[in-house]
């Protein structure tokens, strides 16, 4: 470990002598706080800056289909392996940098029961005045679970899906009633200063996305060094600190 340590070390410290590169990087949202850190962190070490474009993972999927080309790409395996196949990036070295939950947003003024069992979680979307989700990975997980709940039908009318996790929190912030958005975990936590309440998900219906980063085809060069940093300690504990496991 010691030497694996050294080298990156080492890497880093060349890099940082070179001329300094643009680094291109197309994201899922619930990565940006933490990835806004690690890019920081990185830009101390080498003077390469990277730029972070984020959409949902459908959004990702139409600009990678559309030909568009990053230099780094951290997604969902599904995402990584078809870019693979069309020749966008190399998966050579894949790793996955982390992996985020799901929770309902909840604005904090609003007092509701706690959420032990997957009972006190249909109690709580049967009583919600509305329930949103976004048209990513964790919109699709939500919507799937409450399906396997039985109650779609039961909250169809108070039910609305938007493009983005952005949308979803602008929602449940301006309402005036219990309104509960699922959303990625991070993207929660990143809106509590605005008064935004998060409720847990009962762990029999908890869902984590994984997400692995890759190189594009055709990168600059300090990109692969960007991606071996996504596995030191440093990058781990800023991902860790914006809810990233």
Avoid: C, W
Wanted: aromatic share 4%; no cysteine; proline share 3%.
């Amino acid at each position: 470990m010691r030497r694996l340590t050294l080298t990156l070390g080492l890497i880093l410290a060349i890099a940082g002598t070179a001329s300094a590169e643009e680094i291109r990087l197309l994201t899922a949202g619930s990565l940006q706080r933490g990835l806004a850190v690690i890019a920081e962190l990185f830009k101390a070490e080498t003077g390469h800056d990277i730029t972070i474009e984020v959409g949902t993972t459908p959004v990702m999927t139409e600009r990678l289909e559309s030909g568009d080309m990053f230099d780094i790409v951290i997604g969902t395996r599904a995402v990584v392996d078809a870019a693979a196949a069309r020749g966008q990036v190399d998966d050579s070295f894949a790793p996955v940098v982390g992996r985020v939950g799901i929770g309902i947003a909840v604005r904090a003024a609003v007092e509701t029961d706690p959420v032990r069992t997957v009972e006190d979680l249909e109690a709580l979307l049967l009583a919600a005045d509305s329930v949103v989700y976004n048209r990513g990975s964790s919109g699709v997980f939500s919507q799937s679970m409450i399906e396997s709940l039985g109650i779609g039908e039961q909250i169809e009318s108070k039910t609305t899906q938007y493009p983005n996790g952005g949308d979803v929190l602008a929602h449940v912030r301006e309402g005036d009633g219990m309104d509960l958005g699922f959303a990625p975990l991070t993207e929660v936590r990143t809106n509590a200063p605005d008064g935004i309440g998060m409720i847990a998900l009962p762990d029999e219906v908890q869902n984590y996305t994984s997400y692995t980063a890759v190189v594009g085809t055709g990168a600059v060069e300090p990109a692969a060094d960007f991606v071996r940093f996504l596995t030191t300690e440093a990058a781990r504990n800023a991902f860790a600190a914006s809810g990233v496991d």
